[in-house]
């Protein structure tokens, strides 16, 4: 007697089709072990993703950040041991990140194999590199570091004035644009005495929309910013480069970026602006705080000079001060080289004083 061909069917849980040989019974209709566990998963409670979310966003927070320092210290011509630190790092955080995400994707019920093909590996060899302990193991020891990550070690890290390599005092983080721009109008917030009814009364926004403005969660077009601007009587080209800097996708090329102006006068004016607008963003902490944030590698003086405009610094100097306001150096490098002039650096900071 001839057997009864395989039958097409189509997974419940997958849609993808597949044969099930002809049996008593009743059909099957997963296609997959992974399948029949997914589908269980999905019946019940939704997972509560908070953790997975926190890590994939942790995680790619910190690549963006030191993959931002790699860049500025290639620019400041750092040596090689201190960018292979940087470029050290980078891989943990990738590997970090993997793990992070299929911790996610797993929480979410995707398959191996739905994982897997992005990855460019087999399913079973994404299993085996990440089995539940390995996951649980590695991303319990990604929380643990994370504060550390993005400080170079003693002895690849050059001195500063008085403090050894071991003592220098690691950089801060750094905003995005859309951060610098809700920290920017929140320390006008507070510093204008308002309540946030009477600011949106006056800017002709909800009170609601202007929280959700000062948290960061909404991007305001230029109307409403300039409307903000004018209420807290703030320098509107200061808010402008920060809005401006906040449309701009993350992953923006450098060729797209707004050309520095080719006349040294206008870039050495929009340079102060820059700044300055970075100042008001870090909440417009004092010199000495400054001072403090550099490792004291700058003086108060030098500070000063650069934030009030009178000089434009040599680029130790301005990377170390922009670092301090919490940017990224290698964003205002362009700007920084069509404004600065060798004979208007004002006090100078020696290229080995950068850590």
């Not at 009814?197 to 006056?202: H, I, L, P, V």
């Not at 000062?214 to 480069?241: C, M």
Request: hydrophobic residues 30%; contains cysteine; positive net charge.
């Amino acid at each position: 007697m001839t057997p009864a061909p395989p039958q097409r069917r189509i997974c419940h849980n997958c849609n993808n089709t597949f044969l099930q040989p002809a049996r008593p019974g009743r059909p099957s209709t997963m296609c997959s072990e992974d399948c029949k566990r997914a589908a269980r998963r999905k019946n019940g409670a939704p997972p509560d993703l908070t953790r997975a979310e926190t890590d994939m966003n942790e995680t790619a927070e910190d690549l963006n950040h030191v993959a931002r320092n790699l860049l500025a210290a290639v620019q400041d011509r750092a040596p090689s041991a201190h960018l292979l630190h940087h470029i050290t790092v980078l891989h943990r955080l990738i590997d970090d990140a993997e793990a992070a995400a299929v911790r996610r994707g797993r929480m979410q019920s995707n398959a191996w194999e739905t994982l897997a093909e992005p990855a460019g590996i087999s399913p079973e060899r994404l299993r085996k590199r990440w089995t539940k302990a390995k996951l649980t193991r590695r991303l319990d020891t990604r929380r643990t570091a994370r504060e550390a990550i993005t400080t170079p070690p003693p002895e690849t890290r050059r001195p500063t004035h008085g403090a050894t390599p071991s003592t220098a005092t690691p950089r801060p983080p750094t905003q995005t644009p859309a951060q610098q721009l809700a920290s920017a109008f929140s320390h006008l917030q507070r510093e204008s005495g308002k309540t946030l009814k009477e600011t949106a009364a006056s800017s002709d926004v909800s009170p609601s929309y202007l929280s959700r403005i000062l948290s960061g969660e909404r991007t305001p077009t230029w109307t409403v910013a300039a409307r903000l601007t004018h209420t807290y009587k703030a320098n509107p080209e200061e808010i402008h480069d920060l809005w401006q800097a906040a449309q701009r996708p993350p992953d923006t090329e450098p060729p797209t970026q707004p050309p520095a102006p080719q006349h040294h006068n206008a870039a050495k004016h929009r340079f102060q602006v820059a700044l300055r607008a970075l100042y008001l963003a870090a909440d417009r902490p004092t010199l000495y705080a400054l001072r403090n944030a550099t490792g004291n590698t700058l003086t108060v003086t030098t500070i000063g000079s650069a934030l009030n405009g009178s000089t434009v610094p040599n680029w130790p100097t301005t990377s170390r001060l922009i670092a301090a306001l919490h940017g990224c150096p290698a964003d205002l490098r362009p700007l920084w080289h069509a404004a600065y002039q060798p004979d208007d650096q004002g006090p100078h900071l020696p290229a080995g004083a950068f850590g």
